[in-house]
């Protein structure tokens, strides 16, 4: 489990196809969660063989509407004008559903390979930040694809190693609020460290990207979490001047592009609303099973609206409506379903005071946000987004409480680092015997 490399945003290989501009991202990739998933998915077979593993509980309320989210993906096939894209689509699901159900399983066996967990999502930020300042400072993409580099051209060169700048800033924006968690209640001082890390090269990876919206929904859905550190004391004044520290860094080495980025575009999200029409004209001439997974940039041109006139991109920037016009109301109804079922868990182990479960309140604020701006139909937001669902999943259905201040950490090293006398801050959860 302490091998999850979720920081990995770089592809093993690229793609089984490639199919430029044609639906769910831009083809099917393979990447190095696909073998981490394989792995733990052997480990959790392995402990179920040797009657070790433990069960798990309370997940009927995730399971039905990712089944249903699943037959939605079939009963799209219907009205698919491309079987092969609708294949590649449904198996997109798949993995991210496989992703789930085995994280899931792995953090259920104990608090260690839920702080591992956390580790990997501090490690991604770090990772998916680090790459944005690399192509900030070099003005170069990391290699994905090089007919999509040749086509997107320099201006386009912050895309963070996966499909565009504002995916990769939502990705850092949605993972934030768990780093934040991981640094205040930290299990040892290097976690704290590393977390600490995480957050200055997140802060500093969504400035580089010079997306917007990332950063404002970030800053308003922190407020919850702002609030609970102020009220248990953990905000100091340190902080802020950290803070500070990255912001006129950001200024001096990129304040002019930044200036730059928010005066252009001004009218942007306006004409990202104006695609809505043609994902409203999809679903209404199939409302019920939508036209098909993955073909909505195939069929797009036959429903644009006579008044639509914003055609710069190929898909429509909403998660929700994109659903709607592939899937349509049943698929509409299963995401809205497994999303709302994650938020109520995060709110209830907020509502109990847990700092995870602010967090990961905070975390899924942005995640449907973000939604209502992105497609999110493939790659590392998508699965991460089940990541979250997943830690959401597995600490709502435990018996979990604050962790005692003393005798120690609950974990196998408990003992010896008590005895030790080594100090330790307390963690977040301990999972009850």
Known sequence: ?????????????????????????????????????????????????????????????????IALL????????????????????????IRVVALFTVLVVAMAQGIEEFQAALVGIVSSVIGMGSICIFEMIFRSNIPRNAALIADAGESDFRSGGISSPTLAAALLATLLPMVVVEYFYPVSRSRKMLAGLGICVGLAGIGCTLTRSAAGVLVFS??????????????????????????????????????????????????????????????????????????????????????????????????????????????LAALVWVLSVAVRRA????????????GLLCSMIVLVFEMNVESYDSGMNLLFAFVLMAIAAVVSSHEIGKAQQDPGLPNRKAGRKAEAGIPFEPVVLTWKK
């Open 1 to 65: 489990m302490w091998g999850l490399v979720f920081s990995s945003s770089l592809q093993l290989v690229h793609h089984f196809i490639y199919r430029p501009y044609i639906g769910a991202s831009d083809g099917l990739t393979i990447e190095l969660t696909d073998l981490w998933t394989l792995g733990l998915l052997f480990f959790c077979a392995s402990d179920h063989q040797k009657g070790i593993a433990k069960s798990v509980r309370g997940l009927r309320a995730f399971l039905v509407p």
């Open 347 to 358: 709110a209830s182990l907020a509502h109990r005071g847990l700092p995870v479960g602010v």
């Open 222 to 331: 922190s407020i919850p979490l702002i609030v609970f550190l102020f009220r248990d004391q953990r905000i100091k004044a340190r902080h802020f001047v950290a803070c500070g520290v990255v912001l006129a860094c950001l200024g001096v080495s990129i304040g002019d592009r930044i200036s730059e980025r928010v005066d252009e575009g001004a009218d942007n999200l306006l004409a990202r609303a104006g695609l809505l029409g043609t994902a409203v004209n999809m679903a209404s001439n199939s409302p019920l099973f939508g036209e098909g997974i993955n073909n909505y940039d195939l069929k797009m041109d036959g429903f644009i609206p006579h008044d639509q006139r914003q055609k710069f991109e190929y898909v429509v920037h909403n998660k929700f409506f994109l659903t709607l016009a592939e899937t349509g109301i049943v698929g």
């Open 70 to 93: 699943l037959m939605a993906d079939i009963f799209s096939f219907v009205n698919s004008g491309d079987m092969e894209l609708s294949f590649w689509g449904l198996l997109t699901h």
